[in-house]
Each structure stands twice: as structure tokens, then as C-alpha cells.
């Protein structure tokens, strides 16, 4: 049974920053790759960044340049700097784990952004 457990989500203005973390039952190296999606209220979910075993990252062309992926192997904890955060990056922040044909969810994390 995998779990993963997000944090670090909240309320924060135009401009600030916040650090989600995504901690995992157990070691991530078995994951082929981790990463962070959103979804807002009438909207469909959205990758927002991504990070390899291999330690390759992806993000969405919304974020490049102002979130940051990482992943801390020994804690087994991915994280999602988030920096000069706007408006439209209000929503919930869900971690997945990816193996072999196989997906794994978080519950998520609120995140909003006031202007």
C-alpha cells in the first residue's frame, strides 16, 4: 500500500512563495518518475512539474522559471518550491507516483493565492 501525503499548501498573496512536499510510505526510488498536477474548481487537472528516478524534471510552460521540482531520497519526499506565485495558480496541488502501469494519488493541498 502506497501513501502519499501532501503539505505545505495555504493561503498567501500575489508574489509570495510557498513549499509543497509530497512525503511517500516507503522508498521513491522504486517510482519511475513523481511529480505535482493541479486542479481548479472547473478545470481540468494539470500537470504543473515532474522529476524522473533519474532525477529529470518537466514542468508546464506556466511555471517554468518560477517553480522549482526536487526530491530528497532519503527522506522519500518530493518538493514544489513555488516562487512569484500568481492568482491563477490557485488550486489543489495533487502528488502522483508512477510505476510500471500504475498510478499512485495524494489527497492534495490547498493553495491559494490572493491578489
Known amino acids: 500500500q502506497v501513501q502519499l501525503v501532501e503539505s505545505g499548501g495555504g493561503l498567501v498573496e500575489a508574489g509570495g512563495s510557498l513549499r509543497l512536499s509530497c512525503a511517500a510510505s516507503?522508498?521513491?526510488?522504486?517510482?519511475?518518475?513523481m511529480g505535482w498536477y493541479r486542479q481548479a474548481p472547473g478545470k481540468q487537472r494539470e500537470l504543473v512539474a515532474a522529476i524522473t528516478s533519474g532525477g529529470r524534471t518537466n514542468y508546464a510552460d506556466s511555471v517554468k522559471g518560477r517553480f522549482t521540482i526536487s526530491r530528497d531520497n532519503a527522506k522519500n519526499t518530493v518538493y514544489l518550491e513555488m516562487n512569484s506565485l500568481k492568482p491563477e495558480d490557485t488550486a489543489v496541488y495533487l502528488c502522483?507516483?508512477?510505476?510500471?502501469?500504475?498510478?499512485?494519488w495524494g489527497q492534495g493541498t490547498q493553495v491559494t493565492v490572493s491578489s
Open positions: 516507503g522508498s521513491i526510488f522504486r517510482f519511475n518518475a
Open positions: 502522483k507516483a508512477e510505476v510500471t502501469g500504475w498510478a499512485y
